[in-house]
């Protein structure tokens, strides 16, 4: 065991969903080969891979898996923001879309949850994981969650954290420093 842990954040690689997808299982394109090959020797040899529990997830880490890797079952606390009735609908169609919109971080639509609660909801996973044997973590996940470990890894406000672009199939790295305590940001949404 090392002093520090590497978290290799990727997002999956894009769907067709417009609007609000949290919870849908919309399917990845993951025709981009290039970037898929590219992520796969950017990310170490030896990890453990945590990804959430919906197929646009899943997929991509399949795509860009290694054989070396320990897969974890995959995992509902790493889904993206549940949107509730609002789950496929235009970002201004539901009713209600206008005072989400005022306050993006507090605001929950109706059945689902707010960016404030899948922070909290990620927070207590993470810091877990963050505190076991692994040295290298590569989590395939959603834009709201490495938005919400970024606000974890530098205590930011949530609505703060909304401020990160986090697009399909970039890589995020934040490491755990384990003798401080504390978190380091590698990189933030770089291309691949």
């Not at 453990?48 to 860009?64: G, Q």
């Not at 549940?82 to 879309?97: C, Q």
């Not at 076991?132 to 974890?152: K, N, S, T």
């Amino acid at each position: 065991m090392s002093g520090m842990v590497r978290w290799w954040w990727v997002r999956h690689g894009p769907t067709n969903a417009r609007g609000f997808c949290g919870w849908t299982d919309s399917p990845a394109d993951l025709s981009d080969g290039r970037s898929l090959s590219a992520l796969r020797t950017a990310l170490p040899d030896h990890a453990m891979l945590l990804t959430s529990d919906l197929s646009r997830s899943i997929d991509t880490a399949d795509a860009i898996g290694r054989r070396t890797w320990l897969r974890r079952e995959p995992d509902a606390a790493f889904r993206e923001q549940n949107f509730g009735a609002w789950e496929g609908l235009s970002y201004d169609e539901p009713e209600g879309a206008e005072q989400f919109w005022r306050d993006p971080a507090a605001a929950a639509p109706p059945e689902g949850e707010s960016f404030a609660a899948l922070c909290a909801r990620v927070a207590t996973p993470i810091m877990e994981i963050s505190r076991g044997d692994d040295d290298e973590i590569v989590a395939v996940a959603h834009a709201g969650v490495i938005r919400a470990a970024l606000a974890l890894a530098l205590t930011l406000p949530p609505l703060s954290a909304l401020a990160f672009e986090i697009s399909p199939l970039s890589l995020t790295r934040i490491d755990w420093i384990r003798e401080a305590k504390a978190w380091r940001v590698g990189c933030v949404n770089m291309q691949m």
